[in-house]
Nanobody, 123 residues
Framework: VQLQASGGGLVQTGGSLRLSCAASRRTISNNAMGWFRQAPGKEREIVAA????????TYKDSVKGRFTISRDRSKNTVHLQMDSLKPEDTAVYYC?????????????????WGQGTQVTVSS
């Protein structure tokens, strides 16, 4: 599986961005998917995850109510809608495909990673 993340950019505090992750070479329709982020000098952390059919989602506490993860199984894509962005959301964002279909917040549960897309929120 190859994952291509896109949609990052520079936005002011309070703005919105929509990240997309497109999979190629094989379907991800039966994989759990996640969005992670890594800020300079910090460890990679889970932002949001979704199970194989979109029936279950989970979010990092600090993004609850602001971010929404979704997937389109027919198009082999996953999205992260980010609203009310804050400077502390600045990071490189990665999409990842899980080893299985169940939702997970653990980095080790994800087998395939995209290249990352930079999100910068100015104050």
């Amino acid at each position: 599986v190859q994952l291509q993340a896109s949609g990052g950019g520079l936005v002011q505090t309070g703005g919105s961005l929509r990240l997309s992750c497109a999979a190629s070479r094989r379907t991800i329709s039966n994989n759990a998917m996640g969005w992670f982020r890594q800020a300079p000098g910090k460890e990679r952390e889970i932002v949001a995850a979704i199970d194989w059919n979109g029936g279950s989602t989970t979010y990092k506490d600090s993004v609850k109510g602001r971010f929404t993860i979704s997937r389109d199984r027919s198009k082999n894509t996953v999205h992260l809608q980010m609203d009310s962005l804050k400077p502390e959301d600045t990071a490189v964002y990665y999409c990842a495909a899980g080893r299985g279909s169940a939702i997970s917040t653990r980095t080790a549960s994800y087998a395939y990673w995209g290249q990352g897309t930079q999100v910068t929120v100015s104050s």
